[in-house]
């Protein structure tokens, strides 16, 4: 997956 | 990470921290709402889709386990055990959580940033969250004698998500391409949300009196 559609915030 | 985010979630864990806090020592779970803890239950589940899927950091995946145990294990100690269950009030919970489901859901489906199941449920969870406080504030309002335990765990609760609006603030000034309208916007209605309580809670501790809401 590209670093866009990963969900950082908790 | 920045200080704004750092302090947010460390809220948020002290919130659920107070409240298991409470169930466990007191054995009670009085003036507290088992809707609004199985609507965040049911943000965590879907919202954490991919625990097991994306690593982040250690911090991430260590928080994210203990928000899935800590909200889980709060439903079941006010739905099954046999000492605090007495203490829970339904007929005053009586806030139809499941009608919050049900549009969130379905405005998940319309406003996302990408139609995917994972991207949808992560929607879904944020939209859920910013209204899941809802049955715990109608709660309150209505057994209007606020214990300290849930009066600090409803303010941490709401603290938690204003400190994340000064986290979006600051990546925005200092990430580029940080842009999450969904995100911002269903935080700030969430944060509203408290902002009578927040007033209430204030005026009691600022006049030192017990903490009420006008009914």
């Not at chain 1, 997956?1 to 969900?7: I, K």
Request: aromatic share 18%; glycine share 2%.
């Amino acid at each position: 997956t590209d670093e866009s559609d990963v969900h950082d915030e908790l | 990470m920045n200080i704004f985010r750092l302090a947010g979630d460390m809220t948020h864990l002290a919130s659920v921290l107070v409240l298991l806090l409470k169930i466990h020592t007191i054995k009670s779970c009085a003036g507290i709402s088992l809707k609004t803890q199985e609507l965040y239950a049911l943000v965590f589940a879907t919202r954490y889709l991919d625990l097991f899927t994306d690593y982040i950091s250690l911090y991430n995946t260590l928080m994210k386990l203990i928000f899935l145990v800590s909200s889980f294990s709060i439903v079941w100690y006010i739905r099954h055990h046999k000492i605090v269950r007495r203490s829970y009030d339904k007929d005053q919970d009586t806030f139809r959580h499941y009608f919050l489901v049900l549009p969130c859901f379905l405005l998940a489906l319309v406003i996302n940033e990408k139609f995917t199941v994972k991207e949808i449920m992560w929607t879904f969870s944020l939209y859920l969250e910013a209204v899941a406080i809802l049955p715990q504030l109608v709660l309150l309002q209505r057994t209007r004698n606020i214990d300290n335990l849930t009066g600090q765990y409803v303010f941490l609760l709401g603290a938690y998500r204003s400190l994340y609006i000064l986290n979006w603030i600051y990546r925005y000034f200092t990430e580029p391409h940080y842009v999450h309208w969904i995100t911002w916007i269903s935080g700030l209605v969430q944060t509203l949300l408290y902002a009578d309580f927040f007033y209430y809670y204030f005026q009691s501790w600022k006049n030192n009196v017990k903490l009420e809401l006008p009914a």
